[in-house]
């Protein structure tokens, strides 16, 4: 049974800060690149960062420099540390896993964050 679980979501104040993991079970791990996407209120799916099988991070220009991405493969977790949230940060934050050329997709159930005063 494929599943991806995520924790951590809550509400933070502007400023501070949140780290989301993704424990995953069901699949190779290894073998796949993991994403985060967030969906905000009424807005569609925007994909914040990935980090492929390697390593190799990338992250959305509206996050990048205060979101951080790694994973730690020994546990099949991936982790999205979030500083300086903003309230535009506010969303449901899902953990997708891809495996690149197949058009597979693994998904979460979602973590929401709430950033506000």
């Known amino acids: 049974e494929v599943q991806l679980v995520e924790t951590g979501g809550g509400l933070v104040q502007p400023g501070g800060s949140l780290r989301l993991s993704c424990a995953a079970s069901?699949?190779?791990?290894?073998?796949?690149?993991m994403s985060w996407v967030r969906q905000a209120p009424g807005k569609g799916l925007e994909w914040v960062s990935a980090i492929n099988s390697g390593g190799s991070t990338n992250y959305a220009d509206s996050v990048k420099g205060r979101f951080t991405i790694s994973r730690t493969n020994a546990k099949n977790t991936v982790y999205l540390q979030m500083d300086s949230l903003k309230p535009e940060d506010t969303a449901t934050y899902y953990c997708n896993a891809a495996y690149r050329g197949s058009g597979i997709d693994y998904w979460g159930q979602g973590t929401q964050v709430t950033v506000s005063s």
């Open positions: 069901g699949f190779t791990f290894t073998a796949y690149a």
